[in-house]
């Protein structure tokens, strides 16, 4: 990261320090991806740099970022391919495969409600905000995602 006039190099060290493991494991979630997810939150963080001088809560913004980032990933990834099953490594995620896999077969927004819900531990108004939409619809994704996995599940 290119050091930019206005942005204490400490500062920004510090938070990246204290988030980006946190925000890692989040983008990992959501893309099902460690390599994407690490992508995310850098990018997250260069454009945190670039507008250092008017974020009053750089942390929120970094979250925003980050599920923004996911968003757009999965955007792209709709018109590349077919199946989000194949992009699950087992191998660098210690959540039960099957989960992982049920999860992604999950559309946007409802993995998204569901790992910001259950991982992240947002509350309901915080999940709007990052999803675009009002807390009920976060509600409603919520009781949907799950009612998904729990027939995914079911014998």
């Not at 510090?14 to 997810?37: I, K, P, Q, W």
């Not at 970022?65 to 999965?74: D, E, L």
């Not at 409802?110 to 947002?122: P, T």
Request: proline fraction near 6%.
């Amino acid at each position: 990261m290119q050091q930019q006039e206005g942005v204490p190099p400490s500062s920004l060290a510090v938070l990246f320090e204290a988030e980006h493991d946190g925000l890692a494991r989040l983008a990992c979630l959501l893309t099902g991806s460690t390599l994407v997810a690490e992508d995310v939150v850098q990018d997250a963080f260069v454009q945190l740099q670039m507008r250092w001088a008017s974020v009053q809560r750089p942390g929120a913004y970094l979250r925003t970022a980050v599920v923004n980032g996911c968003r757009g990933y999965h955007r792209r990834l709709r018109r590349e391919r077919a199946s989000y099953a194949a992009l699950v490594s087992t191998a660098t995620m210690p959540e039960t495969p099957i989960v992982l896999d049920v999860l992604g077969r999950l559309p946007y927004r409802q993995r998204a409600a569901l790992v910001l819900r259950f991982y992240e531990d947002s509350p309901d108004e915080e999940i709007a905000a990052l999803l675009g939409c009002r807390p009920a619809t976060v509600r409603s994704l919520v009781h949907r995602g799950l009612d998904a996995m729990r027939k995914a599940f079911a014998p």
